[in-house]
């Protein structure tokens, strides 16, 4: 089959894409370098918030499966699993470890949604073993059914860091509390609320200053930060743990796009750095588009409507316009317009005016 569409990562943005592009007509290769499809969505239990359009009320492993199936069954796409896209070059060659074999592929449009990278942070100590990021601990428990640690500090309060700690808790491990820089809970009230409700403490203006433990974690020494994001002297606690869970923030994967030489730019409110991008998502390379977390960290809702209009858009671009194209596609911005119209959107929004070129209507 002739590949006019490679879409680069299967996490939701890129099922989307896949999917939507399809539809439309047109060839599609889908490669993922994991070993399965779903990216960050295979290990998300809980159910999402927003809008039914983006699969609301539905837990993220379901909303995967959904996609996955579609996606399988469509005969117009290729699946690669195992198959880690190592570069994008001037010409056009994208080149492949396809299942321990390299291979170079050379499609029309490239669409990379290679999502997001967590942070870390710089604390003494911060290489011991039991000290993990948030997505390491929902694949151990959520994916390989494995406990990660007896006891747990989480750090971090923003969306992850309190679904993640209710999750730890529902699994049967004690959540020591959740340390959080700011003054105030970031995440979901009602998740911070059910861990508040279990006795988990919440250290707002707080930090990590130093972890302990001889081979491994076996506690961690917290501080209060003043208005000025200072340690307080005297303020230390010590707070005994075997795990030290790291939901700090995550940064887009952006590898790629700065290997295939498209212009980016470093924007705070978006995680990073990001590409340059026209409203339709294409970057300054005109074969390039982009779609979820690798354009912007923001939430799985927002990845799978970003992929939905980069798959028509590029789809149509080819010339494959199955019916309602141009329908589907306003329907899609006007979709992602709604969900950033919210106080959550508006640093997106802001993060947004620094790196899209030209609205699209
Ligand atoms: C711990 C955690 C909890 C979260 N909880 C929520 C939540 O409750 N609700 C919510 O809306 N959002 C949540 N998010 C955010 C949400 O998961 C992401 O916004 C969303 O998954 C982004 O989708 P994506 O398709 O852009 O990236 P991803 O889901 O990260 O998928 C990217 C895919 O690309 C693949 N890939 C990367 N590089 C390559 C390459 N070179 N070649 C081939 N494949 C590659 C990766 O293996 C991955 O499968 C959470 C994120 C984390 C980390």
């Not at 290729?78 to 396809?98: C, E, F, H, M, R």
């Not at 028509?312 to 589907?328: M, N, T």
Request: hydrophobic letters at 40%.
């Amino acid at each position: 089959m002739e590949i006019q569409i490679l879409v680069i990562g299967a996490g939701p943005a890129g099922l989307m894409a896949a999917k939507y592009a399809a539809e439309a007509g047109a060839n599609v290769l889908l490669a993922e370098r994991a070993d399965r499809l779903g990216g960050q969505l295979i290990k998300q239990t809980h159910k999402f918030f927003g809008s039914k359009e983006e699969y609301a009320g539905e837990r993220g492993i379901d909303i995967a499966a959904k996609l996955i199936d579609e996606c399988e069954k469509n005969s117009k796409i290729s699946i690669w699993k195992n198959a880690q896209v190592l570069g994008i070059y001037p010409d056009g060659v994208v080149t492949v470890s396809y299942q321990g074999n390299f291979c170079t592929v050379k499609p029309e449009k490239i669409i990379i949604a290679t999502g997001a990278a967590e942070k870390t942070m710089a604390f003494a100590n911060n290489d011991l073993p039991g000290i993990y990021g948030a997505g390491a601990v929902q694949t151990l428990m959520n994916v390989h059914g494995v406990l990660p640690a007896k006891r747990i500090l989480m750090v971090g309060a923003g969306n992850i860091g309190v679904i993640v700690a209710y999750q730890l808790l529902q699994a049967g491990v004690d959540v020591a509390g959740v340390v959080e820089a700011g003054p105030a809970v970031g995440g979901y009230q009602v998740h911070a609320a059910k861990l508040q409700r279990h006795g988990v403490p919440i250290y707002t203006s707080h930090s990590v200053k130093a972890a302990h433990g001889s081979c491994c974690l076996e506690g961690v020494t917290i501080c209060r930060l003043d208005k000025n994001w200072q340690t307080v002297a005297g303020s230390e606690q010590y707070i005994e743990a075997d795990g030290l869970c790291l939901a700090v923030g995550l940064s887009p994967l952006t590898e790629l796009l700065w290997q295939s030489g498209c212009e980016m730019k470093y924007v705070p409110e978006l995680g990073g750095y990001v590409p340059l991008r026209d409203g339709n998502l294409r970057t300054t390379r005109n074969d390039i588009y982009v779609a979820g977390d690798v354009s912007g960290v923001e939430e799985a809702s927002a990845a799978m409507v970003e992929g939905k209009i980069a798959g028509l858009e590029v789809a149509a671009l080819l010339g494959c316009r199955k019916p309602d194209v141009y329908q589907a596609l306003q329907q899609a911005r006007g979709q992602l317009r709604a969900l950033r119209s919210g106080p959550a959107g508006v640093k997106i929004c802001n993060g947004l005016r620094k790196v899209v070129l030209e609205e699209v209507g």
